[in-house]
């Protein structure tokens, strides 16, 4: 893929200055994410805009969303012409983009023939639905593993670890039980009485620090989980759409295929979408008419933009571009040697930085006056998830600056 040209430096915007806005967000706004870092007023590519002008590399394409960064044309022409017929019809009835995203969906997960897609609107949706499904074998339990994190509705909220997100809203929806990831006699244990409905995993933790199942540990999933008759449910939302250089991460695997698999995040583009595939006909009636449904899931122009997104990675073979840069950007980080940065995690564009010390925080702060927009998901580990389509000089420039940012955000003596 050629280098793509850099958009124009930094110009004054004609916006409010941005400490004004920051403060009619507090006034307006129910603080559940704190006080926003910036406030953006555009994007273009791989770069955003502050409204004080201020540019910065996006790195983090808004937590795996924005796959093809910023005002692509693509889904902007998308988007366009689809807002000129249809925009939403609600599902009493259906429309043709739907159906066209939900056939591709099916086609590029390799599903059988029986299989079925649902649309919703998020991530945290689609794992209610999944969640709905594995209720409806009739077996009272389910499975999810340590620091998992799957939404904070009520349903998806009960299958993520993290004590802090879940103790203010108990009780949660009943039966769920934890695992230590990557135990597999545990696993058996947990599924040998037979009364396990599903077990759920993300096949790399996002939320947990990037941290990827084992290979072996997927592969006991797949094979227990069929043994004992119970559904595996793969929880794709950060890791689908080609984030980690497959159109989903268990496909670099061979026979890890779910039996339910859950999207979001990048499938839009930036356009809420998320959507559940169910692999088979023996999961397909699960759900029965009336048990579920959602006003906007599968509306037009969401499928629209989700059809943009796909036939883009397609287009420009990003798959392949995505494995490549992923690939050149950790062994270009590893080549640091620096005594701070232990690993790089992950695959393709979705990469954990682990650093020897608890400055992550620190250090995505310092990124960020630097022109970086980063996150720390924990203490020691910097998230990289950029647009799929950021070229390598364009991340070089981040692991030049790399160096420098760890120094201004180590303590004193750990340099």
Known sequence: MSEQEQPMQEQPMQEQPEQDLAQRYGDALLPVFGTPQKVLA??????????????????????????????????????????ETLGHVSNFFASAPQIELAEKLLQLAQAPAGSGVFFANSGTEANEAAFKIARRTGRPRILALRNSFHGRTMGALALTWKEAYRAPFEPLPGGVEFLDVGDEAALAEALAPGDVAAVFAEPIQGEAGVRPLSTEYLLALRRLTRDHGTLLILDEVQTGIGRTGHWFAHQA??????????????????????????YGPAVHDLLKPGQHGTTFGGN?????????????????????????????????????????????????????????????PQLAAAALEAGFIVNAPDATTLRIAPPLLITPAQLGTFTAALPALLEAAAPEGEN
Not at 44 to 55: I, R, Y
């Open 253 to 278: 695997l061979p026979d890890v295929q779910p039996d339910v698999m859950t999207l979001a995040k990048g499938l839009g583009g930036g356009f809420p979408i998320g959507a559940v595939i169910s």
């Open 300 to 360: 037009p122009l969401a499928s629209a933009a989700a059809l943009a997104v796909l036939g883009t990675i397609l287009e420009d073979d990003l798959l392949a571009h995505v494995e490549a840069v992923g690939a050149g950007f950790t062994r270009d980080v590893l080549a640091l040697d620096h005594p701070l940065i232990e690993e790089v995690r992950g695959a393709g564009l979705l990469l954990g930085i682990g650093l020897r010390a608890p400055i992550a």
């Open 42 to 83: 555009r994007g273009e590519g791989v770069h955003v805009w502050d409204t004080d002008g201020k540019q910065y590399l996006d790195l983090l394409a808004g937590i795996a969303v924005n796959a093809l960064g910023h005002a692509h044309p693509a889904l902007l022409s998308a988007i366009t012409k689809q807002a």
